[in-house]
């Protein structure tokens, strides 16, 4: 342990804790049509530390989804690495990858696709244990009741099917089923936007305590920037399958090292018309553009306030740097993003 | 700035009920509410809470199991629920047009858009038919779509979400509306399309004066853009003011947990979300009382016998809940402003009575109980 090793040695700074899933240098790319290539995910490198949430946050069509899918590897890399918990996940297949996968779930947006409507709660949750041969009978019956429990819902009721229940309450049978295999970490995908708004806090508050009981660290992907300020320990903003900020999430809100993050907050519609009167909109110009044929240089020159174009922007695509101490940006002129954009 | 003497529209006491296999479903229960000349109106509520059948009941849009089973919507001193269906039918898109949330399936995908905005032209006598060709791209232009004269004999499928909803505007406002109707406008859009949307339909009230309604379950999209907000809640009205009295000085419990429930961008994030507990009430049987009730956290023994009415707040008549407590109360005796327990009846301490335990209480829920997985608990 990182701290103990401080307190044998007085003076060493204590070591950052190993990364709990390393990504990096992964690309994603899409066959489409006889020589079409969707650039989905393109050259994505972070880390996430054990018992961190990492929001990763993006429009439709940023390839923030395809990105968690290519962690628990339900889809394969084109390149790159998923390095978790100090294997390589990409090298992996079969019976190997099979074991790693019951550290590694995943919750659904969708609380009524994702769920089979032929089985019962009890056999869903279930289902992972049996898959992985861990339960007999008695023991299997008595952890389902216990998930349902945690998840708060009646343990009797595990003999009902997914449409007795509501919505929201669907969601906490997907979570009571990421949880069955004590993961360690678990890919929420847009987890809470297919609910109701008064049922969406419930599913937040439940994500924080059972990551509080359990040292869970989780993924966290949505559209919302707003939701996915409010959970994460980190942000990672994405645009056109590429990672273009990483910032802790208090400091977000505050200042903006990418001009897209600039773009994206100035965009989020806040409860309170005296802040809404005075809502200065950071107006991108034009739409995202298609994914089979990314900009040439940086991908955001297209609609950049501040790009220069023609220039290096257009030419050369940045680097995600370190701007400030735990804050990266994939920008040439992000020291212009506070005053110009 | 609009003109709050004179109302443009008038529903009262609206009800619309679907009659399924299950039971009657009372979808709108006694809804009133006037919209002025000019105005921007908010009507927020979560899924079910009767926001879109409530303005699919003015336009008689209601099919098939619905039907409007009482109540009056005015507009020019006609009631539209009772006149003849064409009569009604050059009211719908002339005088009162709508947009909807999902522009793809709005729009016809083998008509080209520029065809399907003067179609709605040539169907109201509006627009001298010599015109309509013309103004299909000035309306296009209108709504910001770049390159219009080219883009509008594009097919939906060749427009991106943002450009479709554009369209669906432009058709909306192609005979010079006098009320448009957005039912979720921008749900089905990214929140940089939807600034954008919003910003489109603000400057359009303010440069046509059209009055609009807006429905929305997102509170933030109505403070940007409303100024007045209705509240709607298992098929009624629990409040309604103008967004100040709203945002700032909400009355009704459910419009205040609504507002306390979401996160928001520009605060703090470390406050744990106070969310609603429970479930929406099922609209066949509705729990006595007010519907509010099993979800409240400030709920007292007359809520479970006795439905409040709307009632005027503080000294405003715009202002109206519908609530025997109030936030004003909740705040003086029930500790509103310092309260972390949400649970229903948790700030004033009230149980429902006995006989109506089982019936209130969702027996799928429980209290969650992280300490019940001992071996599941990580190293």
């Not at chain 1, 054990?50 to 390149?79: F, N």
């Not at chain 1, 019962?120 to 349902?148: C, M, S, Y």
Request: proline share 7%; with cysteine; aromatic share 6%.
């Amino acid at each position: 342990m990182a701290v103990d090793a401080a307190a044998v040695r007085p003076g060493a700074t204590p070591q950052p804790a190993e990364p709990l899933l390393r990504v990096a240098h992964v690309t994603k790319h899409f066959r489409a049509g006889v020589s079409g290539v969707v650039h989905a995910v393109e050259d994505v490198s972070f880390d996430i530390k054990p018992g961190e949430t990492v929001g990763l946050v993006g429009e439709s069509g940023s390839g923030k989804s395809t990105l968690g899918r290519v962690i628990t590897q339900l889809v394969p890399a084109t390149s790159g690495q998923v390095i978790f918990d100090g294997v390589d996940l990409t090298t992996l297949r079969g019976e190997r990858l099979r074991q790693q996968r019951r550290h590694l779930q995943m919750i659904f947006q969708d609380p009524f696709a994702s769920l089979d409507p032929r089985m019962t709660v009890g056999d869903i949750i279930a289902e992972p244990l049996v898959n992985f041969g861990l339960h007999d009978h008695k023991e299997k019956d008595r952890k389902v009741q216990e998930l349902l429990r945690v998840v708060g819902l009646n343990p009797y009721f595990n003999n009902r099917y997914p449409h007795e229940f509501s919505g929201g309450q669907r969601q906490r049978i997907g979570v009571a089923r990421a949880l069955a295999l004590n993961p360690k970490l678990i890919v929420c995908d847009e987890p809470i936007s297919a609910l109701d708004v008064s049922i969406q806090a419930q599913i937040i508050n439940l994500l924080e305590d059972l990551q509080r009981e359990f040292n869970l660290t989780y993924l966290f992907i949505a559209h919302d920037l707003s939701v996915v300020r409010h959970i994460s320990d980190r942000v990672m903003v994405m645009y056109l399958g590429k990672i273009v900020e990483i910032s802790p999430s208090e400091d977000l809100y505050e200042s903006q090292e990418h001009p897209y993050t600039k773009a994206l907050l100035s965009a989020i519609p806040v409860p309170d018309p005296k802040i809404e009167s005075q809502r200065r909109l950071v107006e991108l110009s034009g739409e995202i553009p298609s994914p089979l044929f990314p900009p040439s240089g940086c991908n955001f020159h297209t609609r950049c306030p501040i790009a220069r174009v023609p220039g290096i922007c257009a030419d050369e695509d940045p680097q995600l740097q370190e701007k400030s101490p735990g804050r990266f940006a994939k920008c040439h002129f992000s020291d212009e993003v506070r005053t110009k954009v | 700035m609009p003109d709050i003497t004179k109302p443009i529209l008038e529903v009262k006491n609206l009800r619309t009920s679907f009659f399924t296999d299950d039971g009657e479903v009372k979808a709108v229960r006694d809804v009133s509410f006037d919209l002025y000349e000019g105005e921007t109106l908010g009507i927020v509520g979560e899924s079910g809470c009767g926001k879109s059948v409530t303005v699919m009941s003015i336009l008689g849009l209601v099919q098939r199991l619905g039907k409007i089973t009482g109540g009056q919507v005015l507009f020019r001193g006609k009631d539209l629920t009772k006149i003849p269906a064409d009569e009604l039918r050059h009211v719908r898109g002339r005088d009162i047009a709508m947009i909807f949330q999902d522009p793809l399936s709005s729009l016809n995908p083998v008509l080209s858009v520029g065809y399907q905005i003067d179609e709605a032209m040539y169907a109201h006598d509006v627009i001298k038919h010599d015109d309509i060709r013309a103004r299909g791209v000035d309306l296009l232009e209108e709504v910001r779509v770049p390159d219009a004269s080219r883009r509008i004999k594009d097919y939906p499928h060749q427009f991106s979400g943002g450009m479709r909803q554009r369209a669906m505007i432009a058709m909306g406002l192609s005979n010079k509306p006098k009320v448009l109707i957005a039912d979720e406008p921008t749900t089905a859009l990214d929140v940089t399309v939807q600034a954008q949307i919003l910003e489109l339909l603000r400057d359009l009230n303010q440069n046509t004066g059209t009055s609009i309604i807006l429905i929305t379950h997102n509170l933030g999209v109505v403070a940007g853009l409303c100024q007045r907000v209705i509240v709607m809640y298992a098929g009624e009205i629990v409040e309604e003011g103008t967004a100040e009295q709203i945002f700032e000085n909400p009355q009704h419990p459910y419009t205040w947990s609504l507002l306390r429930s979401m996160p928001r961008v520009d605060t703090s994030r470390r406050e744990r979300l106070k969310s609603i507990e429970g479930l929406p009430p099922d609209l066949i049987a509705p729990p006595p009382g007010c519907k509010f009730n099993p979800r409240c956290p400030f709920r007292i023994e007359q809520c479970f016998s006795d439905d409040p009415t709307l009632e005027t707040v503080g000294d405003d008549d715009r202002h109206i809940a519908k609530c025997w407590v109030r936030m004003k109360r909740a705040y003086a005796e029930m500790g509103a402003a310092t309260l972390t327990d949400t649970r229903p009846g948790a700030a004033s301490g009230v149980r429902p009575p006995k006989t109506l335990v089982e019936k209130l209480e969702d027996s799928r829920e429980i209290e969650p109980d992280t300490e019940a997985v001992g071996d599941l608990r990580g190293s």
